[in-house]
Nanobody, 114 residues
């Protein structure tokens, strides 16, 4: 059984930082090439935040470029999202995703106060 467990969300003031983690169980998950972070704000559709391949190639949504950094530790089956210069518009539930397999974690809430 594959599980993706996110952690690290919380309440932070604008300009602050948070680091999200995604622990993946089931070794097959981390043998998959690409993993990603998505987010969903209230009354909005889910949107891609960033993605990373097994080899470390990264893709970012324009609205997080220069502020967020995605990384992964294949040995620990863990993916991270370092979020700096957070803005109220970043308030959302953040999900860890394995796109190729259609696996989603339960999400972790991020709230950025102004």
């Amino acid at each position: 059984q594959v599980q993706l467990v996110e952690s690290g969300g919380g309440l932070v003031q604008a300009g602050g930082s948070l680091r999200l983690s995604c622990a993946a169980s089931g070794s097959i998950v981390f043998r998959v090439d690409s993993m990603a972070w998505f987010r969903q704000a209230p009354e909005k559709q889910r949107e891609l935040v960033a993605a990373i391949t097994r080899g470390g190639s990264t893709t970012y949504a324009d609205f997080v470029k220069g502020r967020f950094t995605i990384s992964r530790d294949n040995a620990k089956n863990t993916m991270y999202l370092q979020m700096n210069s957070l803005q109220p518009g970043d308030t959302a539930v953040y999900y860890c995703v394995v796109p190729a397999l259609g696996y989603w974690g339960q999400g972790t809430q991020v709230i950025v106060s102004s």
